[in-house]
Nanobody
């Protein structure tokens, strides 16, 4: 089970990025996938999650209306579209799964992270 997060970079405030979480070793569309972020020295924070069972999506309050999580099963990839980015969104973003069909509180398998920097 491997997850590869990509798509991070430097963007100006108000800009957009789309992160990708590509899976290998398993079929991603069978499982819930979560996005998380962490700033060095701070606790990891949940960003968003998408179920596999019915496609339900969940967002942290500060991301609602700005971030959108989606799947492309043909590409075995989950995306996180991030719009209206703010400097406080700067962090390393990770995707994860516990090979469960619904979003939960345990996450066993993690991608390596991709850096997002929002700065002018």
């Amino acid at each position: 089970v491997q997850l590869q997060a990509s798509g991070g970079g430097l963007v100006q405030p108000g800009g957009s990025l789309r992160l990708s979480c590509a899976a290998s070793g398993f079929t991603l569309d069978y499982y819930a996938i979560g996005w998380f972020r962490q700033v060095p020295g701070k606790e990891r924070e949940g960003v968003s999650c998408i179920d596999s069972s019915n496609g339900s999506t969940y967002y942290a309050d500060s991301m609602k209306g700005r971030f959108t999580i989606s799947r492309d099963n043909a590409k075995n990839t989950v995306y996180l579209q991030m719009n209206s980015l703010k400097p406080e969104d700067t962090a390393i973003y990770y995707c994860a799964t516990d090979l469960a069909t619904v979003c939960g509180s345990r996450w066993t398998y993690w991608g390596q992270g991709t850096q997002v920097t929002v700065s002018s």
